[in-house]
């Protein structure tokens, strides 16, 4: 999957514009930004959106638009975080017990069949009740709903390769197991992991505004996009613009990373292609 | 078709123990965590007797493997112990038979609507595909899929309830009390939670629907002059039937998730939101027999999807 | 004389593959009497599958069919609407296709097969009763033992040749008057292969059917068919009598074919290879297709070579057959 097949697959470049732009805008905007972060404003508040507030303003004066670009920043990076501590752990326990097979992988599938029988976000909701809440709790639990996904695919995959024949000569070699594992077996299993990554991040995102818009996430006053949505719900009829835009706002960028997950997967599906008779 | 015994068996053996471990690890896992029960219910400034008191009342001096059987037998009997904070003293299994009905109600629903929307866009997506009604039903699913669920449901509380005042934004009237109220209370809960099921589903079966278009059987079935609704129906969505089955057993994961906020959005009273509630007060034992509720739900889906694969695949019932 | 059952007069089929016309059969015409047994030989990429494929409107939507007329039984096919035509076949045409095994719905019995082509036969119309026990004797005419087990069965409990005598007894059991059988036996290893022609050419004595048999194997050609029409790169190359082509081969490439059929059958160790491969799709409008593989090529081959008779009756496109007269 090169860059250049990305650019030509329509579904795939638009995601990745999409999801490019957005980052860009959570990166610089707050910086950008006129308003400053947590300024209060109490003689504009529950503004509907105008030229100054292109969101509107909160409760507290704040400017929304503002606020929501920080708080993607906050449960964007609480995603990629709880995601790639998934994929560590479970393209590792998902490489060895492919390749090894034996009662490691009967115990590293028991586990993954035992996450996957828990409803994602009952798993979550859980370990909040275990742990307590905060930002690096929730990364915690997106890891754990996570975990046996990536271990579930790594393995499957690694499985069906183990034999081929690169592997073969490679252990003749004399190459170490985790030679063999990260430098001949990962590259060549990689297309489904990416793709499950990019739609893991955008659900990641899910949960976390999910478990802060109930209160059991990320604690106000840090903002994240759940956090933010809670808020918008308590004056919803009176001012729904807070929760609608940022749900809006949401919509885009998860729509951006579905849209690269999809493309990444026609890309790496040969039997997407047209056939002549 | 038939199954084999052996595979009725074995399957079921399979859940059994998924369950044992599964209730095992729930209840290790919360006696982790922080807090002790006793203080919950009688404050931060309890005495040390009232504390052990507490205690022996309720177990909690056992070996926790000890603990752990009992509270096991327990379950097995139905009996999911008291609860400390939500409803004082009481049995926790009332307050779930009495709320899981609801979560059923609006579950099921859910699914229905998710299979009647996904089985005409993910067919009109696969018979006319490459052209714009193709590319429009995707947009649809892959917009589905990327809206946050408790947000649709405020979306769809302020276009359908607050503008178009169709349907109500709180509360549900359960299906005891009445089938059609709780048809009409219960639908923009369910549309909620249903529009990213539908979304996938939709994915899944055209994906599906257009490989079996493509294999050969199809043709042969033209070649004998069949008509092109009877090759569709038996030869194609026959054939697809299966593997939407499946996504749809493995989706099912994701359902009850949205359950949990939805009923919090909506005022429903089901397991999703007792076991929120539980969280907030701290009531370990609710929790932690919901999480098990839970856990039965999906085993219990996982197992009759499974049965009902085997007996649709030939290959797979001998 | 009769009639003959099926006339094609100029077949003409492109594909359009994203905004690209590419073409796969150029100006065929042949002519099926009844009774009798066409071979069509060609490489793969010759077009000769998708010529069949044409005739009996079973290419899919992005094919563009063009003909001055395709005869059937004396109406022209080619301008038929749909759904007539979907009366015409499993009745009156019909195809064995080329992989038995993925010619079956997997979820679906032998049976179930059968059952659904009841409605579809010439003829009578036969209840359940009646079908049932038709199919067993179609089974029994394809030489399966225990027709009423097989008829009970799933396709992947039963071997590749076993489907591929159950797709003939299938299309025997509509009694169509013709019959495109398509590299039946390619997908079947050699010992199951044989036994397939042998049951093949049992059959067209048994049954009142006219063949349409194509091939890659001339050997196979030669045994089965009466008249042969060799293709290659979408045109046909030369057409005619099978013992008469098999004897005097005009077009370079059959004389080609020819040969490695005749050293396969002796006992040979050297074998004369046609040099080259072929290729599908884009043709240079003034030059003979063969050329870049022709042992005889020249400067006077360089035009857009037309079908020319043959003293003997055949057709040859091939300027160096010394030929006078010209078709088409």
Redesign the interface.
């Known amino acids: 999957m090169k860059l250049a097949a990305i650019l030509k697959n329509r579904t795939a470049f638009a995601g990745a514009s999409i999801t490019l732009v957005f980052l860009v805008a959570i990166l610089i905007g707050p910086v950008l930004s006129p308003w400053a972060s947590g300024g209060f404003d109490f003689q504009n508040v529950l503004k509907p959106p105008s030229w100054s507030h292109s969101f509107g303003t909160d409760s507290l004066g704040r400017d929304v638009a503002t606020r929501v670009l920080e708080g993607a920043r906050v449960s964007l990076a609480i995603s990629v975080s709880g995601v790639s501590l998934a994929m560590v752990l479970g393209i590792t326990t998902g490489l060895f017990a492919g390749y090894w097979g034996g009662w490691f992988d009967l115990f590293i599938m028991r586990l993954v069949d035992l996450l996957f029988s828990f409803p994602a976000f009952v798993l979550a909701l859980f370990l909040m009740v275990v742990l307590g809440f905060g930002v690096v709790n929730v990364a915690l639990a997106i890891m754990l709903v996570y975990y046996p996904i990536f271990a579930r695919i790594t393995r499957n995959t690694t499985e069906i390769v183990r034999n081929d024949a690169y592997v073969q000569a490679a252990r003749v070699m004399g190459q170490s197991t985790t030679r063999i594992l990260f430098r001949e077996i990962l590259p060549n299993i990689s297309a489904p992991i990416l793709v499950q990554a990019s739609v893991a991040v955008a659900f990641g995102i899910v949960i976390e505004s999910g478990l802060s818009f109930i209160g059991l996430g990320v604690q106000p006053p840090t903002p994240s996009l759940g956090v933010i949505m809670a808020d918008g719900q308590e004056y919803f009829r009176r001012a729904p613009w807070v929760l609608t835009l940022t749900g809006v706002t949401v919509t885009v960028a998860l729509l951006g990373l579905n849209l690269l997950g999809d493309g990444l997967r026609d890309l790496s599906d040969p039997r997407l292609r047209e056939r002549v008779s | 078709m038939t199954i084999s015994l052996n595979y009725f068996l074995s399957r079921l053996l399979g859940a059994c123990m ?1 369950m044992i ?2 209730t095992f ?2 209840f290790i ?2 006696k ?3 807090g002790d029960p006793a203080l919950v219910v009688l404050g931060d400034f309890a005495t040390p007797e009232a504390v052990a008191r507490f205690n022996s009342e309720y177990g909690l001096d056992q070996p926790v493997l000890g603990q752990y059987l009992d509270w096991l037998k327990g379950i097995a009997q139905l009996d999911f112990g008291t609860s400390l904070s939500i409803a004082s003293r009481q049995d926790i299994s009332r307050l779930i038979l009495f709320r899981l009905p609801n979560t059923f109600t609006i579950g099921i629903y859910a699914i229905a609507i998710a299979i009647l929307v996904s089985l005409t866009l993910g067919t009109l997506a696969a018979i006319y595909r490459g052209s714009s009604i193709d590319a429009a039903a995707t947009s649809v699913s ?2 589905g ?8 449901a ?2 769809l ?2 276009g359908l309830s ?1 503008g178009l005042g169709w349907f109500p934004s709180y509360g549900f009237i359960p299906v005891s009390t009445s089938f059609l109220g709780a048809m009409h209370s219960g639908f923009l809960p369910a549309l909620a939670i249903a529009a990213p099921m539908a979304a996938v589903f939709s994915r899944t079966l055209r994906t599906s629907l257009v ?1 079996n278009l ?4 199809v ?9 092109a609704s ?1 090759i569709f129906l ?2 194609v969505l ?2 697809s039937i299966i593997p939407y089955i499946v996504v749809i057993g493995l989706q ?10 939805i009923e ?1 959005v909506f005022g429903i009273n089901g397991i999703g939101s007792l ?2 509630e539980a ?2 007060a701290r009531d ?1 034992f609710v ?1 932690q027999a ?2 098990v509720v ?2 039965a739900i ?2 219990s889906v ?1 197992f009759i999807v499974d049965l009902v694969c085997a007996l ?4 797979r019932s ?1 | 004389m009769t009639a003959p059952l099926l006339d094609v007069k100029n077949l003409n089929v492109t594909f359009v593959l994203g905004g690209q016309r590419l073409e796969i059969c150029q100006d065929i015409s042949f002519t099926l009497d009844r009774g009798q047994v066409l071979g069509v030989i060609g490489e793969s990429g010759s077009g000769k599958t998708v010529a069949t494929k044409a005739i009996l409107g079973l290419l899919p939507d992005n094919a563009v069919v063009e003909a001055d007329a395709i005869m059937f039984n004396g109406r022209d096919i080619s301008r038929l609407p749909p759904d007539e035509f979907d009366r015409l076949r499993g009745s009156e045409l019909a195809m064995i296709f080329q992989d038995p095994v993925g010619s079956f719905n997997p979820v679906k019995t032998i049976g179930w097969h059968f059952r659904n082509v009841v409605s579809r036969r010439r003829g009578d119309p036969l209840s359940a009763e009646q079908g049932h026990v038709e199919a067993m004797a179609t089974l029994h005419q394809v030489d399966i033992a225990d027709p009423d087990a097989v008829l009970r069965k799933f396709p992947h409990q039963l071997s590749g040749g076993m489907l591929q005598r159950c797709l003939i007894a299938l299309v025997l059991f509509c009694q169509p008057s013709l019959i495109v059988a398509d590299e039946p036996t390619t997908n079947l290893d050699n010992l199951v292969e044989r036994q397939t022609i042998k049951l093949l050419e049992r059959l067209r004595s048994e049954i009142d059917a006219s063949f349409i048999f194509i091939t890659h194997d001339m050997t196979i050609a030669e045994q089965v068919s009466d008249q042969v029409l060799v293709m290659y790169a979408g045109q046909i190359v030369e057409y005619g009598d099978t013992t008469g082509l098999m004897r005097n081969p005009h077009h370079p490439y059959t004389r080609g074919l020819v040969n490695t059929a005749r050293e396969l059958e002796g006992d040979v160790t050297v074998l004369t290879e046609i040099a080259g491969e072929g290729a599908t799709g884009f043709w240079p409008a003034d030059q003979c297709r063969f050329a870049p593989r022709c042992p005889l090529h020249g400067s006077e081959c360089d035009m857009a070579v037309p079908l020319l008779d043959a003293p003997d009756g055949s057709a040859v496109r091939c300027v160096k057959a010394g030929l006078t007269g010209a078709t088409t």
């Open positions: 998924t471990i599964g690890v729930v896992v919360m982790a965590a922080p892959v917009l899929v990327s809206m946050p669920d408790f947000w649709l405020y979306m509380i302020l607050i490989e493509n294999r050969d059987h043709l042969v079935a033209k070649s004998f002059g069949h008509p009877f038996h030869h026959r054939n099912i994961r994701y359902l009850l998730g949205g359950v949990v906020i919090r076991m929120v969280a907030f370990y929790v919901c999480a839970f856990l999906v085993l996982n649709l695949d030939p290959k001998r």
